[in-house]
C-alpha cells in the first residue's frame, strides 16, 4: 500500500513539474511577444516623428494604432516614400468616422 501511494505521490509530482515547465514556457512566449509588440510601437513613434508629424498627430496616429494594429505594422511594411500619406490617409478617414 505504501509503494502504491509513493507512486501515486511521484506520479503528481511529475505531473505538476510538466505543468510548471508548460506554463513557464507559455509565459516565456507571451513576454517575447508583447517585447516585439512594444518595439513596433515605439518604432511606429519613432517613425511619425522622423516623418515630421506635429505632437497632436503623433497622438492621433498612436490612437489608431492601439485599436487596430494592422495600421502600424502597414506603415512600418510601406515604403518610406509612401508613409506619410498613407498616415494621412488614415488621420483623414478617423476625422471623417467622427464628424
Known amino acids: 500500500m505504501l509503494q502504491d501511494v509513493n507512486n501515486q505521490l511521484n506520479s503528481v509530482t511529475q505531473h505538476v513539474g510538466t505543468m510548471a515547465t508548460t506554463f513557464s514556457a507559455a509565459v516565456a512566449r ?36 492601439a485599436k487596430t494594429l494592422e495600421h502600424m505594422n502597414m506603415m512600418l511594411v510601406l515604403p518610406e516614400i509612401l508613409r506619410r500619406d498613407f498616415v494621412l490617409k488614415l488621420l483623414s478617414d478617423e476625422r471623417k468616422k467622427q464628424g
Do not use: C
Open 30 to 65: 507571451e513576454t517575447t511577444q508583447e517585447d516585439l509588440q512594444q518595439k513596433s510601437r515605439e518604432r511606429a513613434i519613432s517613425e511619425l516623428s522622423r516623418l515630421a508629424f506635429t505632437g497632436s498627430k503623433i497622438v492621433d496616429a498612436a490612437t489608431i494604432f
